[in-house]
């Protein structure tokens, strides 16, 4: 399978930030219903995205940074995972409330709620579009063990 599930990952990232972009646009424009429906596209591709990042972790296992890649670009790239991490997981917990208080028509939480939700998520997908890039274009050919294995041997 080779690259072939972080590609699709990151296409998914891709979509879904490109779903959440035409969504604000619209709920701007006024178009409620368009944003309705952009906005839960974007939330079912980033959702696909999660599970099939979390089957691949636990199963397959995550790719390391080549040892080819130089000192400062291993160190500039473990804070930028760091952050990359923190930032996802932030926008992934705001998305899940944003969509709830849509759900329960809180439209006045929503709103404020979903501005800073939304930049957090345009945010989001370029970052992990880099990591993307890092790891398998830029310095491909890191170790991979499956988180299933280090935890049960």
């Known amino acids: 399978m080779g690259n072939v599930l972080p590609t699709i990952c990151t296409l998914l990232i891709a979509i879904s930030a490109i779903f959440v972009g035409f969504g604000w646009h619209a709920i701007v ?3 409620r219903e368009r944003h309705q ?3 839960l596209w974007g939330a ?3 959702l696909l995205f999660f599970l099939i990042y ?3 972790t636990v199963f397959v296992g995550n790719t390391s ?3 080819e890649a130089p000192a400062w670009v291993r160190d ?3 804070v930028f995972l760091l952050f990359h991490i923190v930032l996802a997981t932030v926008a992934g917990a705001f998305g899940l409330i944003t969509l709830y208080q849509a759900y329960k028509k809180d439209f006045v939480r929503h709103r404020k ?3 800073l939700t939304a930049v957090l998520w345009l945010l989001t997908a370029p970052t992990g ?3 993307y890039v890092l790891l398998y274009l830029l310095y491909p050919g890191g170790a991979m063990k499956p988180v299933i294995e280090t935890i049960f041997g």
């Open 76 to 78: 500039a790239y473990f």
């Open 129 to 131: 579009i880099l990591v």
């Open 44 to 46: 079912a591709t980033a």
């Open 65 to 67: 940074l080549s040892e």
């Open 113 to 115: 709620l979903g501005r």
């Open 29 to 31: 424009k006024g178009h």
């Open 54 to 56: 979390v089957g691949r």
């Open 37 to 39: 429906t952009l906005m």
